[in-house]
């Protein structure tokens, strides 16, 4: 299991010592959750901290766009070199566009799906991504109660990208811990995100990240 924790949960008064945290700890990924508080309840970071996260980071960053007007977003953290930069499906009109544009950028496609949208939504544009993002809570905060649904949604999305686009990866965003990663593993999930359950542990982050490479 690839572990991408998020820095939602990290404190940003020392935020580029937390970003080092976790890659030390053994992260694979640095997960952003980037939020206009349009699309969603919250608001949280612009370019210039994802620049300083960026600079503090060993692993390449996985940026999680929760916004309206993606496209925007895309132009202003595309210089920062993002690995992936993931985009919610309930939020654009022209996705195949989007996904041409973020590849041409040189930056891994991805595409996220809130808890209640269906897996087949998507099913002709899995060949053209990298990675689906299934959202276990309801975007715009961390430390929410994982949603059981979907590990279901896992398995199906799973099918789905065996016959469309084998190479796509899944990952699972939300309530993740060391309670359901066991679930997830075997719903065929390939990389989670968790915030509260690294930053919080109470063992520490490394503890955390291990108990999560199931
Ligand atoms: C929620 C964010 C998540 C969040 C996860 O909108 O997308 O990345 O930080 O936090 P936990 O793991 O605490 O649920
Ligand atoms: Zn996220």
Do not use: W
């Not at 640095?30 to 980071?57: Q, R, W, Y």
């Not at 930069?85 to 654009?92: K, L, R």
């Not at 998507?122 to 809570?137: A, F, P, R």
């Amino acid at each position: 299991m690839l572990v991408a924790p998020s820095i939602l949960s990290a404190e940003f008064g020392q935020l580029s010592n937390d970003v080092k945290a976790i890659c030390e700890g053994g992260c694979d990924y640095v997960h952003v959750d980037v939020m206009d508080g349009h699309f969603v309840p919250n608001l949280t970071i612009g370019p210039v901290v994802v620049e300083a996260v960026a600079k503090a980071s060993t692993k390449p960053l996985d940026i999680h766009l929760m916004v309206e007007n993606n496209s925007f977003f895309v132009d202003l953290f595309a210089p920062l070199k993002p690995e992936f930069i993931s985009f919610h499906i309930e939020e654009e009109k022209h996705p195949h566009r989007l996904i041409q544009k973020i590849r041409s950028l040189g930056i891994r496609p991805a595409i996220t799906l809130n808890p209640h949208t269906p897996p087949e939504s998507i099913e002709y544009l899995l060949g053209d991504i990298d990675m689906v993002l299934l959202m276990s809570v309801n975007p715009g905060f961390g430390g929410q109660s994982f949603i059981p649904t979907v590990i279901e949604k896992a398995t199906k999305l799973k099918a789905l990208i065996q016959k469309r686009n084998p190479n796509c990866l899944i990952e699972v965003d939300g309530g993740v811990s060391d309670k359901n990663i066991s679930l997830l593993k075997d719903a065929g999930v390939d990389m989670v995100v968790a915030g509260s359950y690294v930053y919080g542990n109470k063992n520490g982050i490394k503890y955390a990240i291990d108990s999560l490479k199931v």
